[in-house]
């Protein structure tokens, strides 16, 4: 027989679990929406998305007895893409649900799209191994302002097939972390007025370089040379086809022999992504990603 005070120690087992709150880890959900050409494959077109370009044609001089005998040819060129489908299957049993707390069952369809998200996002990075290196530092070296503006004045002016439209960096934090350096720089060694370098001081690096707007996507892998390297990418928005192949769907499917029954939802996509004009437009930027320390 026990002696001594009543505390909550005392009585542990008779003290239920209560849970509280419940939350989804963090994750990126992806910047690919805001960086990417989008289209759409049309129902009764086929399963792959077509796209025609022409070359410029040429002008000559001529004078009044001049007998133009130099036809332009007309060439085009066929971008192709078919899209892949994805898909998740989540399977909870019936038992399941009856048992855990209701904040958290609010919280599990939310999963399954964030993982949709994240494999676009992680298809869409992954095509930045294949784009040009000129404007690439290299592994185990830090990015700078120059590599962007570098990448940008080549999307911009290039000799190739010049972009007209808007132009896009997307890099880890670490690649971002850098080039935030680059700019405090002169912190300690003279007087900083107002300005840009005071404000990234203040407010750490955002917004865009020469041009270029900046992202942020925490999803590109690190190592992508065997160590601390991280490939980001400064690309025309044209340079980047995105091709929908339907709206993305979920389907539930009732399995009433397992676990006493339980319910399976799939939730399935069909998308791809394509270089467009290719080795003019888009520039991977491999450095290093070094976790930040000081």
Not at 39 to 64: F, N, P, Q, Y
Not at 90 to 111: C, H, P, W
Not at 154 to 160: A, D, E, L
Not at 253 to 264: N, S
């Amino acid at each position: 027989m026990a002696v001594g005070e009543t505390i909550t120690g005392s009585l542990a087992d008779s003290l239920p679990t209560m849970i509280a709150d419940a939350r989804i880890v963090r994750e990126y959900e992806g910047v690919w929406m805001r960086t990417t050409d989008k289209r759409t494959l049309r129902e009764g077109t086929g399963l792959t998305w077509h796209e025609i370009s022409l070359a410029a044609l040429e002008g000559m001089d001529i004078t009044e007895q001049t007998q133009n005998n130099n036809p332009q040819q007309m060439s085009d060129t066929l971008l192709s893409l078919t899209p892949s489908m994805v898909q998740i299957l989540v399977k909870i049993t019936d038992r399941t649900y009856r048992r855990i707390a209701d904040i958290v069952e609010s919280k599990m369809g939310q999963l399954a799209g964030n993982a949709m998200a994240r494999k676009k996002d992680d298809d869409y990075t992954s095509l930045f191994a294949s784009f040009g290196t000129g404007a690439s530092p290299g592994a185990g070296q830090p990015l700078s302002f120059g590599h962007i503006s570098a990448a940008v004045n080549r999307t911009t002016s290039n000799r190739n097939e010049p972009s007209i439209g808007n132009v896009y960096t997307v890099l880890r934090g670490e690649q971002i972390y850098d080039i935030q350096n680059e700019i405090l720089a002169g912190i300690g060694t003279y007087t900083i007025p107002s300005g840009m370098t005071a404000d990234v001081f203040k407010s750490g690096f955002r917004g865009s370089v020469s041009g270029s707007n900046l992202f942020e996507d925490g999803n590109i892998p690190i190592g992508a040379s065997g160590a601390q390297d991280a490939r980001g990418a400064t690309h025309a928005r044209e340079g980047v086809v995105a091709v929908q192949g339907m709206s993305i769907k979920t389907e539930t499917r009732r399995d009433p022999g397992f676990g006493g029954g339980a319910d399976e939802v799939y939730m399935t996509d069909e998308y791809g992504f394509v270089e467009r004009s290719s080795g003019n437009w888009c520039y991977a930027h491999l450095s290093d990603a070094t976790l930040p320390t000081s």
